[in-house]
């Protein structure tokens, strides 16, 4: 059991480094929405994750084959629609003053935080790379137990561990991008916007681009 924690840690340590569309967004949210903004974001993805483990560990082996074929291309094809649409719009997006109250903290509606975990949510599960690294991590978290599979209760503890560790990596990444805050003004905030829409927008190509290649030649 005790191997079993190691390798969650070690394997949310991993994940939480990865410089995938969502750490730049949660980056870009923190800084220009606030903590609670960021946190509700990043509760998305988290609860996005949470809907893949269950589809990876119920459907191993029918997982298993999205890995390869027409199946792959399609999915690869709308998750990189889904993020030319973000990058595009993020990049045109034009940049407004947040509200604040008298101690200077940034103001939302819950509106505001539901349409943030919707957003986390949505990006995270159109990125079909996710399925597919939560695929190998059980995998990974299967190897050296002298068993096929892992039981419920081994995967429950697994992931866990993982998932506890990621989410804490990110509570420190907003708390360490909130303290860009005070430096950014109207004119860093496009840049940003920009730079964060150009990357999504680069991801969906580079999706598109897979998926035309898999249909194309395989």
């Known amino acids: 059991m005790s191997g079993l924690i ?34 509700s974001f990043d509760a998305g993805v ?23 074929g027409e199946n792959n291309a399609v999915i690869k094809l709308i998750g990189g629609i889904v993020f030319l649409g973000f990058g ?6 034009k940049v ?14 819950s509106k505001d935080y539901i349409m943030l975990f919707t957003k986390g949510l949505v990006l995270n599960m159109a990125n079909p790379l996710v399925i ?3 695929f190998s991590v059980l995998a990974f978290g299967g190897e050296g137990n002298n068993k096929v599979s892992l039981e419920a209760l081994d995967v429950f503890i697994y992931v866990a561990v993982i998932l506890l560790t990621f989410f804490s990596i990110d509570v420190l990444k907003i708390l360490g991008a909130k303290q860009l805050r005070p430096f950014i003004t109207n004119a860093v905030l496009r840049s940003l916007n920009r730079i964060t829409g150009t990357i999504l927008f680069a991801f969906g190509i580079f999706l598109v681009v897979q998926s035309c290649y898999l249909i194309m030649f395989k």
Do not use: C
């Open 96 to 109: 407004k003053t947040q509200k604040s109250d008298t101690s200077g903290k940034m103001v939302h509606d």
């Open 46 to 68: 988290l609860v996005s994750d949470i809907i893949y483990i269950v589809i990876v560990y119920a459907l191993y082996q029918e997982v298993s084959g999205f890995a390869d």
């Open 132 to 134: 597919f690294y939560w």
């Open 6 to 39: 190691i390798k969650g840690i070690v394997t949310g340590l991993i994940l939480s480094i990865m410089l995938g569309p969502a750490f730049f967004l949660l980056i870009e949210t923190s800084i220009r929405k606030g903590v609670k903004a960021a946190l």
């Open 88 to 93: 595009v719009v993020l990049f045109l997006k």
